[in-house]
T-cell receptor, first 112, second 117 residues
Framework: LAKTTQPISMDSYEGQEVNITCSHN???????ITWYQQFPSQGPRFIIQ???TKVTNEVASLFIPADRKSSTLSLPRVSLSDTAVYYC?????????????FGSGTRLQVQP | EPEVTQTPSHQVTQMGQEVILRCVPI?????FYWYRQILGQKVEFLVS????????KSEIFDDQFSVERPDGSNFTLKIRSTKLEDSAMYFC???????????????FGPGTRLTVL
């Protein structure tokens, strides 16, 4: 199981773009990268998932370089409601193992 | 938008008592999961359930825990004899099984806060 490393915390201001980078040096060929968000006292919420290059949805973008040893979650123009913990997860797509392994995540604090 | 629901939102129990936490997964989903999060700690996987049987379980999911899908909509987690260290937020999740492994997006419920006194 690939280990992930991400900053413990980040601070930003409303309206700014936030980039959270996750390193996963021993990512395997069949692994996908998934990001979840968790607000206090709530369950994690899926944000975005990708394998390589760039993925964009209505909430965020995910940038994955060619070597796939890291990934960057980009949140455009954050608001106070984006204050949450963001988790980077790496998991195998080709096995029956579906258990998600959460790390400590990155605690994003958005200020006015 | 369909969502996973959980009841109760907060359960207080005495050590040694049995508790049942209830979840209603999203209706067309086929995989069901339980996770827990002790206050201030990581979200931890407990068990996954598919086709009326356990698919995976972690070392946390010992003989004190059991899961059941008693009807077509509910999914329950039972803790037979609660301990102080079982105090945590318990999250139910479900997924469609459209993809293999980690590609299957899991949708989490709001959680049940279990307090064992």
């Amino acid at each position: 199981l690939a280990k992930t490393t991400q900053p413990i915390s980040m601070d930003s201001y409303e309206g700014q773009e936030v980039n959270i980078t996750c390193s996963h040096n021993n990512i395997a060929t069949n692994d996908y990268i998934t990001w979840y968000q968790q607000f206090p006292s709530q369950g994690p919420r899926f944000i975005i998932q990708g394998y390589k290059t760039k993925v964009t949805n209505e909430v965020a973008s995910l940038f994955i370089p060619a070597d796939r040893k890291s990934s960057t979650l980009s949140l455009p123009r954050v608001s106070l409601s984006d204050t949450a913990v963001y988790y980077c997860l790496v998991g195998d797509m080709d096995t029956g193992r579906r258990a998600l392994t959460f790390g400590s995540g990155t605690r994003l604090q958005v200020q006015p | 938008e369909p969502e996973v629901t959980q009841t109760p939102s907060h359960q207080v129990t005495q050590m040694g008592q049995e508790v049942i936490l209830r979840c209603v997964p999203i209706s067309n989903h086929l995989y069901f999961y339980w996770y827990r999060q002790i206050l201030g700690q990581k979200v931890e996987f407990l068990v996954s359930f598919y086709n009326n049987e356990i698919s995976e379980k972690s070392e946390i999911f010992d003989d004190q825990f059991s899961v059941e899908r008693p009807d077509g909509s509910n999914f329950t987690l039972k803790i037979r004899s609660t301990k102080l260290e079982d105090s945590a937020m318990y999250f139910c999740a479900s997924s469609e099984a459209l993809h293999q492994g980690a590609g299957d997006t899991q949708y989490f419920g709001p959680g049940t806060r279990l307090t064992v006194l």
